[in-house]
C-alpha cells in the first residue's frame, strides 16, 4: 500500500474534504492526491502533506496529466446537473487512459430504480463505467442528512417546514458516514471491485418526524406542511430559489413520497463498522 496513490476529486467541496480527512486517519498523506479545480483552495491540504493537482471535469486536456500513477480514483459526482454525464465521461476516459487500477464513483441511492429524475444522468454514468473495462465500485449514497439544515432557520422562524414528501420514508445519513465509507474504499481496493452499494441511514424517517425532531432539539414547535409537487416548486421560486434548484428539490420530495430514498439494507453501516448518525445528533449540532 506504501507505492499506491490515491486521488479524490471535488477534494474541496463538502464531501470530499471529508473523504480526505478520514483517508488521512489511515494513510500517509503522500499517498493521497486532492484533485480540485482550484489548486488554491486546497492550500490547507497541501499543508498537511497532501499532493494537489488541478482537475476540472470540463477539461479533458488537462486530465491524463492528472491521473497519471493513480491507482485508485474516486469520481465524485458533478455539481452541474444536466453537464454532469458529459464531464463524468472525461474523467473515465483519462481514468482508462492512465491505467487507473479501480474507480469508484458516487451515484444515486437505487440507480436504474430510482423514481427520482436526477437518476438519469447517474445511470448513464454507471453504464459509461462498466463499458469502460475499468475495475469499479460504484457508491449509490441516499440523501445527506445535512441537506435538511438549511430549511431550519426558516422552519424555527415559521414553525413550519413546508415540501411534497408526503410519508415517503427517508434513509438519510450524515455526509460524513457517507465520506467514510468511501475512504474504506479507497483504502481497500480491488477487494470491492464490481460491487454495487446501496448506501444509506440506518434509521429513516418521514418529514412529519423530521420537524418533530427539529422540536425536540431547538425546543421550539415545527409542523410539516405537505405540499403537491407544482405547489412546492411554485413556493420555493416565490421564496427566490432558482428555478432549476426548485425543480431539484421539488421533483426530489416526489421521489421521496414514492421511496426512492428509502433502504432498510444496513449496508453503509455495516460497511463502516458502527451505526450511521442519526437524525438527533445533526439536528443538535446544527442548531446550536
Partial sequence: MSNTKILVTGATGQLGRLVIQSLLKRLAADTIIAGVRDPARAADLAALGVEVRA???SKPEMLAAAFAGVDRLLLISSSE????????????????????GLLAYTSLLGGETSPLPLKAEHVATEDYIRASGLPFVLLRNGWYLENYNG????????GVVAGAAG??????????????????????????AGQIYEL?????????EWAAA??????????YHDMTEADYRALLVQVG??????????????????GGLFDDSGTLGRLIGRPTTSLATVLKAAVV
Fill in 200 to 208: 444509506a441511514g440506518d434509521t429513516a424517517f418521514t418529514m412529519t
Fill in 55 to 57: 482537475v476540472d471535469y
Fill in 81 to 100: 446537473v444536466g453537464a454532469r454525464a458529459a464531464q463524468h465521461r472525461n474523467v473515465v476516459d483519462a481514468a482508462s487512459k492512465a491505467g487507473v
Fill in 214 to 223: 427539529l422540536s425536540a432539539a431547538s425546543g421550539k414547535p415545527v409542523r
Fill in 167 to 192: 410519508e415517503g420514508r427517508i434513509s438519510a445519513a450524515a455526509r460524513a458516514d457517507y465520506a467514510e465509507a468511501a475512504a474504506l474504499v479507497l483504502t481497500e481496493g480491488v477487494a470491492h
Fill in 151 to 158: 430549511f431550519i432557520p426558516s422552519a424555527l422562524d415559521h
Fill in 241 to 258: 430559489l432558482p428555478a432549476p434548484v426548485a425543480d431539484l428539490l421539488s421533483s426530489s420530495d416526489a421521489g421521496a413520497a414514492k
